[in-house]
């Protein structure tokens, strides 16, 4: 698969030599969550002492979708997997803002939806394609002067975020029922889905959250060719028992 030793592992040392796992990402899993998982089995299956594992492109807890997982060797290439672009779907609901543009905190009602359309939405999401300037949430971990913005926020603080430069290559709004929004997106490192809906919330005066997404591809990587948690562990565990166990 594109020239990465993707699921290719035929025993336990492959882990140490370096693997690119691609694992769909659980609802309510942190990506430190999935790391630490799969670290743990391979730890445990393979005998290991300790093993380098890490991930290539956060996913929100409240996300699902393709999270890559690099293993032993492999680890030396994470910046280079992570710099490549990501595609997303999922809705964004109008009418209400919260504090981290998601479903991690309350809703807060801003105004009624009944003036939007597809075609409206289609037109206000133009003005986010291309290289654009975006301001990233305040429930980030996005640093100012080495403290990272979610514990400022969290304190009731604002830290002074800046807009970062990011590049959209696709904004495409799917489908419109009131007051749901589906979107297609494609996107480079760094861009945070949850702003365009606290922008287009602004823009339209109605407000609107992050209320489903789910990552289908990170760079030549696609959702199809990813595993469960459960089907990983499935398959690590008809490997050949370890003869030694390496450091």
Same mark, same amino acid.
Request: proline share 6%; charged share 25%.
């Given at each position: 698969?594109?020239?990465?030793?993707?699921?290719?592992?035929?025993?336990?040392?492959?882990?140490?030599?370096?693997?690119?796992?691609?694992?769909?990402?659980?609802?309510?899993?942190?990506?430190?969550? /999935?790391?630490?998982?799969?670290?743990?089995?391979? %730890? %445990?299956?393979?005998?290991?002492?300790?093993?380098?594992?890490?991930?290539?492109?956060?996913?929100?807890?409240?996300?699902?979708?393709?999270?890559?997982?690099?293993?032993?060797?492999?680890?030396?290439?994470?910046?280079?997997?992570?710099?490549?672009?990501?595609?997303?779907?999922?809705?964004?609901?109008?009418?209400?803002?919260?504090?981290?543009?998601?479903?991690?905190?309350?809703?807060?009602?801003?105004?009624?939806?009944?003036?939007?359309?597809?075609?409206?939405?289609?037109?206000?999401?133009?003005?986010?394609?291309?290289?654009?300037?975006?301001?990233?949430?305040?429930?980030?971990?996005?640093?100012?002067?080495?403290?990272?913005?979610?514990?400022?926020? %969290?304190?009731?603080?604002?830290?002074?975020?800046?807009?970062?430069?990011?590049? /959209?290559?696709?904004?495409?709004?799917?489908?419109?029922?009131?007051?749901?929004?589906?979107?297609?997106?494609?996107?480079?490192?760094?861009?945070?889905?949850?702003?365009?809906?606290?922008?287009?919330?602004?823009?339209?005066?109605?407000?609107?959250?992050?209320?489903?997404?789910?990552?289908?591809?990170?760079?030549?990587?696609?959702?199809?060719?990813?595993?469960?948690?459960?089907?990983?562990?499935?398959?690590?565990?008809?490997?050949?028992?370890?003869?030694?166990?390496?450091?």
């Amino acid at each position: 698969m594109n020239g990465w030793p993707v699921h290719s592992f035929q025993s336990w040392d492959d882990f140490l030599q370096g693997q690119v796992l691609l694992i769909d990402k659980p609802r309510e899993w942190t990506s430190f969550d /999935v790391v630490n998982k799969v670290r743990h089995l391979i %730890r %445990r299956g393979g005998g290991f002492k300790k093993i380098k594992v890490g991930h290539a492109g956060t996913l929100d807890p409240l996300a699902t979708g393709v999270l890559v997982l690099c293993t032993g060797r492999m680890t030396k290439r994470i910046a280079e997997l992570s710099a490549e672009d990501k595609a997303y779907d999922g809705h964004f609901t109008f009418g209400a803002n919260t504090d981290s543009h998601d479903l991690e905190m309350p809703l807060i009602p801003v105004g009624p939806t009944d003036g939007l359309s597809l075609d409206s939405l289609r037109e206000t999401a133009l003005a986010f394609t291309g290289q654009i300037e975006q301001l990233p949430p305040n429930f980030s971990a996005k640093k100012v002067g080495g403290q990272k913005a979610y514990v400022a926020a %969290r304190k009731g603080k604002d830290i002074g975020l800046s807009p970062v430069p990011v590049q /959209v290559h696709r904004f495409d709004i799917t489908a419109w029922e009131d007051p749901k929004m589906s979107f297609d997106i494609l996107c480079s490192k760094g861009t945070y889905i949850r702003s365009f809906a606290r922008d287009l919330g602004k823009v339209t005066g109605c407000g609107a959250h992050l209320s489903a997404l789910r990552r289908t591809a990170s760079g030549a990587f696609n959702l199809d060719e990813c595993w469960s948690v459960e089907e990983f562990e499935a398959r690590i565990s008809t490997l050949p028992d370890p003869i030694s166990a390496p450091g």
